[in-house]
């Protein structure tokens, strides 16, 4: 009889603690139809840079055959490599760019794939996940014209042996999802991830004040859905950004600045953007910027832009002390 009410003491317990949990962030009743937009206000290409990373960008090596870089993300799967994808014109490619000489090391191709107006890349990993995904964001509208713009999911490809310095062509299991602003059509060629929760944020390019917009995390990659209003921000241009999880940074960028934020464990994304950043070192080195990529320990940012009246672009980087 004892060890019969132990066992039931026992499955008490665990159904009690089961039930005590906190929900996942995702399943957080109210947690978009409460938010309120955020619109800070600071003069920011007069705000301080930070004081914990080195001076300007240091130059690796010309790179000469990705002309039109749009997106880069540093790779997790394969260290010292980088994902680098080009945009609108160019092909519908990702690129293995080798971050220690500029190096393409593979390009991967899909039949399926179409390239309107490629601009960002990211991870992305839906909580739970035990590993993050690609996320390829056809989001460019130049005329803002554009009624839905698509975000495409797929696994990180496998860089075997056989494929160094070439073209490969496969179905990489690419997941398309359809979405669409508010407020109607918007130039975008930033977007991140925020990995805790899974929600996907774009911002507007050619707004006088950057327009934030999200995708909620919903457990589904099909579909058709509205990207919610999350806010702006006092600038313009904005044209990359990355987000790091483990050390809570959040970068974007734009043609002469980039702007960090960081934040203490628990913090609501949407709510640090409403926060005034600081700027990293720069200093406009490129041509024509267009992208940023943190290093998988967040302690190194990396740059590669466009080319320009055929001046190959540079791959730079800057380490945090």
């Excluded at 991870?123 to 964001?137: F, T």
């Excluded at 919903?218 to 950004?241: D, K, Q, R």
């Excluded at 702007?259 to 464990?265: I, N, Q, R, V």
Aim: hydrophobic content about 35%; proline content about 7%; charged content about 25%.
């Amino acid at each position: 009889m004892y060890i019969s009410f132990v066992k039931y003491l026992l499955l008490f317990t665990l159904l009690f603690s089961s039930c005590a949990k906190e929900p996942p962030a995702q399943q957080e009743p109210g947690y978009w139809e409460r938010f309120e937009p955020v619109e800070p206000e600071y003069a920011a290409q007069s705000l301080p840079y930070t004081s914990d990373w080195t001076g300007s960008p240091l130059a690796v090596d010309t790179v000469k055959n990705i002309p039109e870089c749009s997106g880069m993300v540093c790779s997790r799967k394969y260290p010292g490599l980088a994902w680098v994808i080009n945009d609108s014109g160019q092909d519908p490619e990702l690129i293995l760019l080798d971050l220690s000489d500029g190096r393409v090391r593979c390009r991967f191709r899909d039949p399926s794939w179409f390239n309107t107006d490629w601009e960002e890349l990211a991870y992305y990993r839906e909580p739970g996940m035990d590993s993050a995904m690609l996320l390829v964001a056809d989001i460019g509208d130049n005329l803002n014209k554009r009624q839905n713009i698509s975000l495409y999911l797929l696994r990180e490809p496998d860089f075997l042996p056989e494929y160094e310095g070439k073209q490969i062509t496969m179905n990489l299991g690419v997941e398309e999802k359809i979405v669409y602003y508010p407020d109607g059509p918007r130039d975008a060629e930033a977007l991140f991830v925020d990995e805790t929760r899974g929600d996907v944020f774009i911002i507007s390019k050619q707004d006088a004040r950057a327009r934030i917009y999200a995708l909620p995390e919903t457990g589904s990659w099909t579909g058709f859905e509205s990207l919610v209003y999350c806010g702006s921000l006092p600038m313009t241009y904005v044209n990359a950004a990355d987000y790091h999880e483990e050390s809570r940074r959040l970068v974007i960028r734009n043609y002469t600045d980039i702007y960090t934020w960081t934040w203490e464990p628990g913090s609501d994304i949407r709510q640090v953007m409403g926060e005034v950043p600081e700027r990293l070192p720069y200093g406009s080195i490129e041509l024509q910027g267009e992208s940023i990529a943190l290093s998988p320990d967040g302690n190194r940012y990396y740059l590669l832009g466009e080319a320009v009246f055929n001046i190959y672009p540079v791959l730079f980087y800057c380490d945090r002390y």
